[in-house]
């Protein structure tokens, strides 16, 4: 069995810990603006509540203005557009975002949601509209070359995240995962040495590496190709069929494509 340690104590999951603790007691004051159970409500109401992660870049960042921002917000706003209803961004966190849904603090999640059958239980998917890549990132002078060498070494990953999740299900006996608040987090502990390597995407990787010196990590390994999908809450059949609709035409169209090479300088992946 791994060992898991959750760190109790450092700068990023202080402030990180502060800034739930904020967003969900701001969260009683939220129901009333994310209460539509359907298309029609939604129309009549003339707005939607979309939670996306701030943490996440370049899927969920934050602007200049500290408004919410990247891939995730855009497709929100072509959505929004599509639909003719103004668009709330509520940022969320990785552990909050489905409670959120489910509690009717919003009406839909955008917040890089990695479908998987789990999470299916708890929520309605829709089509495909993103893909992330979660790698094994190290320092690139380790042996690191497949999880069997994870044995005896620290891993970080952001807490309830599909990292998580992959570098739990590959770890041998012996590895110690340490859990973060989230994915910057998690970086940081691993540009401060306080873990060998960490579970992430490609994306976290990239700025892993604008922060660090030049070839001081690299992938270790593939863990997997994730699928994202919008969330609602179960049985939600007409905005399911909207949101599916929205994303088939936006795909074909190139739209979604664009709004990809925009924040991530690559191709939209094909997605099924």
């Known amino acids: 069995m791994t060992r898991s340690v959750t760190p109790l104590s450092h700068g990023l999951s202080r402030r990180t810990l502060s800034a739930t603790l904020v967003a969900s007691a701001l969260g009683a004051f939220l129901p009333s603006l994310g209460s539509a159970q359907t298309l029609e409500e939604l129309k009549k109401k003339g707005e939607i509540t979309i939670g996306l992660l701030v943490d996440f870049p370049p899927y969920g960042t934050t602007n200049a203005q500290n408004q919410p921002d990247g ?30 849904l489910l509690t009717n603090k919003l009406d839909l999640l955008v917040a890089s949601l990695a479908i998987t059958p789990e999470r299916a239980k708890q929520v309605q998917f829709s089509a495909p509209y993103a893909a992330a890549t979660i790698v094994l990132f190290g320092a690139a002078k380790s042996a690191i070359k497949s999880a069997a060498d994870l044995k005896g070494l620290r891993v970080g990953v952001a807490r309830a995240s599909t990292q998580d999740v992959a570098v739990t299900k590959a770890a041998p006996e012996g590895t110690e995962i340490r859990r973060f608040d989230d994915d910057a987090s998690a970086m940081q502990a691993l540009l401060s040495g306080q873990v060998d390597a960490i579970g992430c995407s490609v994306t976290v990787a990239a700025q892993i590496n604008k922060r660090a010196p030049a070839g001081a990590f690299d992938v ?53």
């Open 71 to 100: 891939y995730d917000a855009d497709v929100a706003k072509l959505l929004g557009k599509d639909l003719g209803l103004k668009v709330n961004l509520v940022p969320v966190t990785g552990p909050n975002r489905i409670p959120f």
């Open 220 to 272: 270790k390994f593939n863990l997997l190709q994730q699928a994202m999908g919008m969330a609602m809450r179960p049985n939600q059949a007409e905005l399911l069929k909207v949101v599916n609709d929205f994303v088939a035409r936006n795909t074909a169209n190139g739209e979604l494509n664009k709004l990809y090479r925009k924040w991530l300088e690559t191709d939209l992946p094909k997605l099924s």
